[in-house]
C-alpha cells in the first residue's frame, strides 16, 4: 500500500528484534568495546501517521504537529504534514489516525515488571472480601499448582477485608497444611504463611524478629501466628523455587504484554532479587529475546554484587572478544544505546528506607495507630545509615543510580543527610537519586531535594483505595501534602508519576494520570486539593520527565525527529475529555521502535 492512505487497523509490520569500573562503563554505554556492531536485519517500513491529535510531549505547554514519520525505529519528521510526507517519500506508508490521539510511549518509572508475571501465575487475591473469599480463591488455584511447587496468591488489603487482618497459618491450612502456601498483601510488604511454609523457612518460637520487619506471635507465646511483614516476609519469601522452563518464559513474556497493554514502551523491574530466581529468569529472557519493550532493571539492595556480577557475565558473552568478534548476537537497537542487552539495562540499585502505609517511618507519631500498634508509634527504619552510605560512595560517581523506597518524613531525612554527606566529600554528580514514593515530604526538605537532583515518583494511584486511610491514620495535614505533585510542578521540579505495580492490581498509567489530576478516594473524597495537578503535567511526568528520571531523556520520553518511534495511540485525548474520565481512555495501540506490540482487538 505504499504511498496509500491505511485505517488504524492496518496489519502489524514483522517485528524487530576486579571488573566493577569495567562492567559499570559497560552499563552506562561508556565502553565501546562492550557493543558489536549489530546483525543486519529487516527494519520496519517507513509509516506516516496523521488525521488525529500527535501530542508532542515537548516543552511544559501542550504542542502539537498535524503529521508524525517514523523510519528504521525512529522519528523522522514531525510537523505539518506536506512538511513530514515530503521527508517520507511517497512510498511511504500512510496511517489515518481516525481522531484518536498519538503521544510517546509511557515510561514506567517504578514498577515490577518480572515479580507482576510470575504473579500472573498465581492466585488473584485482589478484592478479597473477607478471609472466607481468600481461602475459596487459593482452594480453587490450588488445582492449577504442579506438585512441588508453592501455593501462592497475591493482592489481598486486610484494612479492606470483614477481619481487618490477614488470614493465620491455622486458617490457611484449611487450603492445604502438607504444601507451602504463602500469600501477599497488595503493597507486597505483608503477607502470610501456613504451617508447612513456616516449617520449611525454619520459623518457630525461637526464631528472631530480623532487623526492619516482625513475625506476628500467638497471644501469650513466641510460636509464629502466620502473618509476617516486611524483612520477615521477604526472608520467607526468598526461599520460593524458581520458575524455570516454560513457567520462566511465560512469566516474563505475560508481564511484558501487560505493560505494553497499558501503553508503556519501558517497563522497569525495580527490586530484582525479591524472588530467589528473578535473575535467572531475566538472564532467560535476554538470551531468549522475550521482550518486546525495554526493562529498565533495579537490583534488590541485598544481591548488588549477584546482579551486577551477571550484567557483567551478560557484557562479556554480548561483547567483543580479542578478535573483536561478537560472542553472540544483539538485537539492533536503533539509538545504539549499548547499556541495553537484548532490551534489559541495569539502571540502578533500590533500597528500602521504611515501609508502607502502616509502617512509614515518620518524624512525628502518626495520628491514629494501625491495628496491633500502642504508644507514641512512628513506623520505623529499615536500615541503617552507613549502609546507605556505602551505597552511595560506591556508585555516586557512576550512572547506576540509587532508587530508595521512602513514604514517611523521616525516611527522606534519611536520604538526604546521607546524598548530602557525599556530595560534601565527593562533589556533585548527575546522579538523579530517585526517591521512590516520596509519600510525605516536608517543606523545608524540598529545597534539599532540589539541590541534590532529586526525582520523586508518587504512586498517585495509591489515593483511589488508601486515601482515607492516610487521613486517619497519617492525620489530615500530612494527607494534604502527600504526594505533593503540585509543589513540585510549581518550582519547576522534576518529578514522575509510578503504578508500582503489582501494588497497583494493573500497570496502568493513564489510572495514574487520572488520580494525580483528580485525587480522589474511594468514598470521593478529595484527598489535598491543593496538589492537583493539570492533564498535561501528569502527563508529562509520565513521559518526557519519566524518560529524564532514567537517564534516556535524549532518546525517549517527547515525539521529536532523531528520537525512539515509540509510540502510544489512545482512544480519545486526556487534555479533551472531562478529567474525571480520563482512567476510561483505552490503549489502542502500543508501537516500541515503529514495530506495533500492542493493539486491541476490534
Known amino acids: 500500500m505504499s504511498g496509500a492512505t491505511a485505517t488504524f487497523t492496518l496489519p502489524k509490520p514483522a517485528s524487530r528484534s576486579t571488573v566493577m569500573p569495567l562492567v559499570l562503563a559497560c552499563l552506562a554505554g561508556l565502553s565501546a568495546g562492550c557493543a558489536p556492531k549489530p546483525p543486519a536485519v529487516e527494519l520496519p ?11 508532542t510531549m515537548a516543552g511544559r505547554e501542550p504542542a502539537y504537529v498535524e503529521a508524525l514519520a517514523t523510519r528504521e525505529g525512529k522519528i523522522l519528521a514531525a ?55 481468600l481461602l475459596e480463591r487459593l482452594k480453587a488455584h490450588l488445582a492449577t499448582v504442579p506438585e512441588g511447587a508453592w501455593i501462592v496468591g497475591f493482592g489481598y488489603q486486610a484494612r479492606l477485608m470483614t477481619e481487618k487482618r490477614a488470614p493465620t497459618a491455622a486458617e490457611l491450612d484449611q487450603v492445604t497444611s502438607t504444601r507451602p502456601l504463602l500469600v501477599v498483601d497488595s503493597s507486597g510488604h505483608l503477607g502470610a504463611a501456613n504451617s508447612a511454609l513456616l516449617k520449611l523457612a525454619g520459623v518457630n518460637a525461637r526464631t528472631p524478629n530480623p532487623t526492619g520487619g516482625t513475625f506476628t506471635r500467638n497471644p501469650g507465646s513466641r510460636e509464629p501466628l502466620g502473618p509476617m511483614e516486611e524483612t520477615a516476609l521477604n526472608a520467607v519469601r526468598f526461599k520460593r523455587p524458581p520458575f524455570t522452563g516454560e513457567l520462566a518464559d511465560r512469566a516474563m513474556s505475560a508481564g511484558a504484554a501487560e505493560w505494553a497493554r497499558y501503553g508503556q514502551t519501558t517497563a522497569q523491574e525495580c527490586g530484582l532479587g525479591l524472588g530467589n530466581d528473578d535473575v535467572d529468569l531475566v538472564l532467560n529472557a535476554i538470551d531468549r529475546k522475550l521482550l518486546p519493550i525495554d526493562l529498565y532493571v533495579c537490583a534488590k539492595d541485598s544481591v548488588t554484587d549477584q546482579v551486577i556480577d551477571a550484567a557483567y557475565g551478560v557484557s562479556r558473552a554480548y561483547g567483543v572478544d580479542g578478535k573483536s568478534t561478537a560472542s553472540k548476537l544483539l538485537t539492533q537497537r536503533p539509538d545504539l544505546d549499548s547499556r541495553y542487552v537484548n532490551r534489559v539495562r541495569l539502571g540502578g540499585v533500590k533500597y528500602w528506607l521504611d515501609g508502607s502505609l502502616d509502617t512509614a517511618w515518620f518524624s512525628e507519631p502518626y495520628s491514629h495507630n494501625p491495628p496491633g500498634k500502642s504508644g507514641r508509634y512512628s513506623g520505623y527504619q529499615q536500615i541503617p545509615d552507613e549502609v546507605l552510605t556505602a551505597a552511595f560512595e560506591r556508585f555516586w560517581e557512576t550512572n547506576v543510580q ?36 516520596a509519600s510525605y515530604v516536608r517543606p523545608d526538605q524540598i529545597e534539599r531535594m532540589r539541590k541534590i537532583g ?47 505495580a503489582p501494588v497497583s492490581p494493573t500497570p496502568s498509567i493513564l489510572g495514574l494520570v487520572d488520580a494525580a489530576v483528580n485525587r480522589k478516594s474511594a468514598s470521593g473524597q478529595v484527598i489535598g486539593p491543593n496538589e492537583r495537578v493539570s492533564a498535561y503535567a501528569a502527563l508529562r511526568a509520565v513521559t518526557s520527565t519519566g524518560a529524564y528520571q532514567i537517564k534516556e531523556e535524549t532518546t525517549k520520553g517527547t515525539l521529536e525527529p532523531g528520537k525512539l518511534a515509540d509510540l502510544v495511540v489512545l482512544s480519545a485525548n486526556p487534555l479533551k475529555v472531562d478529567a474525571s474520565t480520563i482512567k476510561d481512555i483505552s490503549v489502542l495501540r502500543t508501537i516500541k521502535e515503529g514495530v506495533t506490540v500492542y493493539e486491541i482487538a476490534p
Open 79 to 133: 510537523g505539518t504534514l506536506a512538511e513530514v510526507q515530503a521527508a517520507a517519500g511517497a512510498k511511504a506508508t500512510r496511517i489515518d489516525l481516525q481522531g484518536k490521539t498519538m503521544l510517546p510511549g509511557f515510561i514506567d518509572t517504578h514498577g515490577h515488571m518480572v515479580q507482576f508475571g510470575k504473579n500472573l501465575m498465581d492466585a488473584n487475591l485482589v478484592g478479597s472480601k473477607d478471609i472466607v473469599d
Open 45 to 55: 517500513p517507513t509509516m506516516v501517521y496523521s488525521g488525529g491529535d500527535i501530542l
Open 402 to 437: 540509587i532508587n530508595m523506597h521512602m513514604n514517611g518524613d523521616a525516611a527522606v531525612e534519611q536520604a538526604l543527610r546521607v546524598i548530602e554527606a557525599v556530595i560534601a566529600k565527593h562533589g556533585m554528580r548527575d546522579h538523579r537519586p530517585v526517591f521512590i514514593h
Open 454 to 500: 532529586a526525582v520523586p515518583t508518587f504512586l498517585s494511584a495509591s489515593i483511589v483505595p488508601g486515601g482515607d486511610s492516610v487521613v486517619k491514620l497519617w492525620g489530615a495535614e500530612r494527607a494534604a501534602h502527600s504526594l505533593a505533585a503540585n509543589t513540585f510542578e510549581q518550582l519547576q521540579m522534576p518529578w514522575t508519576l509510578s503504578h508500582d
